[in-house]
């Protein structure tokens, strides 16, 4: 795998916006971004209220999402380009829910939303009209997903990479930042988890550092690269960041995300956890 | 289920709920307000915490832990950066100019 067939930059993107066969697709979790302006010619993918289940905490499943697909207008064989805010921890978790049900050429723009805006680069209201496709996604690849029960089996057995900042994994605060810290769960981390914050991955304009870089991070991490990793956040987006990187651009083999992540496992009765924060 | 999302901050303003640790203030050049800065929260150490789009007006708000905090904005017109520092629950402000 190499950066020129899962990454494109804002200049590409912009010399590609009428090629056809190439769709680019914003995803947020907040639309009114979309609404404000967007890529011309970008459709918007809704994190929340399109890629979830409404009942269940999962995805939507496998016609589901090839419903969502057909009506978007994006079929099998076209080239899709995803971006968003929040230096693309969303894109990348669609990224990679794309790679679940085995889109074959999904892309990034590097640097995301952030990185078009700080380029001055044209945003539009305009909703595209695509006409409709018949989209046949395929089963999902769970190679590519852990879930809960393999990584409590995983503790101190495979790379578990918690991408969470310093303060989330050390206990102290249960959430990103700019989130009110409320949540009944525990505090703390996986324990053997190895700390390597997603923003470590990423220049201040989003985006995503150089591959010499990136090795030297997760080496000086102490990450083995030669057992299998499971990456985690707190509800599985940033960990899509930096699978994306491990995977995508590192070329790790055995890599999967827990979109469980830490508001699963930080609920679960009577497994190990790890919190630095509470003096025992 | 709430996610990680950082959407556009709205100018209401902040109240003291009593529990939380805000940091919060405006992106300014000059004395005007600056929308649509990408806003950063930078631990003591370094270490990016979280990141916030400025509203119209230019405010933006975390919810943060005591400690000393570093606030940096990145915008077309400039990057600016302050510090502030959270002794505890309440609302801890700090303006951020861009040069």
Redesign the interface.
């Given at each position: 795998m190499s950066r020129e067939n899962v990454l494109v930059s804002t200049e590409w993107a912009e010399r590609n916006l009428n090629t056809e066969g190439v769709v680019f697709a914003e995803v947020?979790?907040?639309t009114?971004?979309y609404d404000?302006g967007h890529i011309p010619g970008a459709v918007r993918l809704d994190?929340?209220e399109e890629l979830q289940d409404h009942v269940r905490?999962d995805f939507v499943d496998r016609s589901g999402f090839e419903k969502l697909l057909s009506e978007k207008g994006i079929a099998n064989d076209d080239t899709v380009v995803l971006y968003g805010?929040?230096?693309n921890?969303?894109a990348a978790y669609a990224y990679w829910y794309f790679k679940l049900y085995g889109h074959q050429d999904v892309r990034l723009l590097d640097g995301g939303r952030?990185k078009w805006?700080?380029d001055?680069r044209e945003l539009t209201k305009e909703v595209p009209v695509r006409e409709a496709t018949t989209y046949t996604a395929s089963e999902q690849d769970l190679s590519l997903r852990a879930f809960r029960d393999e990584v409590v089996e995983a503790i101190n057995v495979k790379n578990l990479v918690d991408v969470r900042?310093?303060?989330e994994f050390a206990g102290?605060?249960l959430?990103?930042?700019?989130?009110?810290?409320e949540a009944a769960q525990r505090a703390g981390h996986i324990p053997s988890a190895i700390n390597v914050?997603w923003?470590?991955a990423a220049n201040?304009?989003g985006t995503f550092k150089s591959d010499e870089e990136l090795r030297a991070l997760y080496e000086e991490a102490g990450l083995d690269g030669s057992r299998p990793t499971i990456a985690y956040?707190?509800?599985g987006?940033?960990s899509s960041h930096s699978w994306f990187v491990l995977r995508e651009l590192l070329g790790h083999q055995d890599v999967k995300n827990y979109d469980g992540s830490w508001?699963e496992y930080g609920s679960l009765v009577g497994v190990p956890v790890a919190n630095p924060s509470e003096v025992s | 289920?709430?996610?990680?999302?950082?959407?556009?901050q709205s100018a209401e303003p902040v109240r003291d709920s009593g529990d939380?640790?805000v940091?919060t203030g405006r992106v300014l050049a000059g004395d005007e307000p600056v929308g649509?800065a990408?806003v950063?929260?930078l631990?003591s150490?370094g270490?990016?915490?979280?990141?916030?789009?400025s509203a119209g007006s230019g405010d933006f708000?975390?919810?943060?832990?005591p400690g000393a905090w570093r606030v940096?904005a990145?915008?077309?017109a400039g990057t600016g950066e302050a510090l502030v520092t959270a002794d505890g629950v309440g609302v801890h402000r700090t303006d951020v100019v861009l040069s």
């Open positions: 947020d979790e907040d009114t971004a404000g994190w929340k905490r805010g929040n230096n921890w969303f952030k805006e700080l001055g900042s310093p303060d102290r605060l959430a990103p930042a700019h989130l009110p810290q914050p923003s470590k201040e304009d956040c707190r509800i987006e940033r508001t | 289920m709430e996610g990680c999302g950082a959407p556009q939380q640790v940091v649509g990408y950063r929260l631990d150490g270490e990016f915490t979280a990141e916030v789009v708000r975390f919810y943060a832990a940096r990145l915008h077309r």
